[in-house]
């Protein structure tokens, strides 16, 4: 079976992408699902977060400017069923490379096609930089589906719009017809906040049938984790944060 492909993207920078992008996907392979994170962010914040040392030549820039294959690009982590292919800062040029090929939105789902179609990996995860560049919209022609993180904060819906015009955009040009929203997760809701609470009813109004019912809660422990290369399950397995990652893996 064909791993599923989730992009965790929107132009919004600092709303918990890269949170989510690791922490579920350590969630996931803590239940058996064998997971691989592709880190499209030359800021490279998973490959850190989980502990990885960024190495010249190990990104996705070779496979997805036609150069070698993403199998030999991926690294295994400190996590048991979870799989990194690292970034570097040199991902920053792939912009520029990707615009001059004729097929500048298909690189990364050909790219990362030897991997969906083995049955190495249930769940591919790619965590992209906070812009709606070409690495984003590769990831976005590549998903099957789209995880939106928003932040529980003034104006969060603001710049929802752009993303989800885009997403029509891809299905009717026919990049990609199939793309799904998976939902929005609401990241770092301060319960001592009405500011959070009425940002999530608000989401809750206008979007029911988007919003995850779990919702991110803010917790120092998350954001101290990627600091030591742990995810939160290994840093305080305790922690309300870890709680609500391992339900938004079953959700
Ligand atoms: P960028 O757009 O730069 O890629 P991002 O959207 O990937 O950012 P993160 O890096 O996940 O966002 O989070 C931004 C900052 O907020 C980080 O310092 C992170 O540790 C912290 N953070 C994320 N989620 C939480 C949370 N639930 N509680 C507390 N801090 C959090
Ligand atoms: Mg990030």
Redesign the pocket.
Known sequence: MPATVFTIANQ??????????ITLAAALANKEIATLVVDL?P?A?ATSGLGIEKEEGQSIYGPITGEGSILDHIVETNVKNLSLVPSEVDLAAAEIELAQKPDYLLQLREAIRPVVESDRYRVIIL?C??ALGLLSMNSLAAADYLLI?LQCEYLALEGLGQILKVVDRLHEAEINRTLAIGGIVM??FDVRTNLSRQVVEEVRTHLPHLIFDTV?????R??EA?SFGQTIFDYDRMNP?ATAYKNLAVE
């Open positions: 919004k920078g600092g709303v918990g992408k890269t949170t989510t992008a962010d800021q914040n965590d930089p906070p993180a990241t770092m991110i809660p803010r917790t120092v998350l954001s990627p944060g």
